[in-house]
């Protein structure tokens, strides 16, 4: 259906969006978004472009930080 195809689209262009559509898959703990984790998304496909060289993330432990990393199956417009 064509609602398929745009929350395809939808999770290949922002690295937020998948993770949180695909939480479910990889945790069994519900996600709690915040919005620290947009930026940390954003920053993370803006480093994966190129856009940006060097990305340090500094958070406290169990706010997701390793997460959204592990998890290369969710790049942004671009290759590798």
């Avoid at 996600?31 to 190129?50: F, N």
């Amino acid at each position: 259906a064509d609602w398929v195809k745009a929350n395809a689209q939808a999770c290949k262009d922002s690295l937020a969006t998948f993770t949180q559509d695909c939480w479910h898959t990889i945790e069994t703990e519900p996600l709690v978004w915040d919005w620290y984790l947009d930026v940390m998304c954003s920053h993370l496909q803006l480093l994966y472009v190129g856009d940006i060289k060097k990305l340090i993330i500094t958070i406290p432990p169990r706010f997701l930080k390793s997460t959204p990393v592990l998890k290369p199956s969710a790049p942004a417009s671009g290759s590798m």
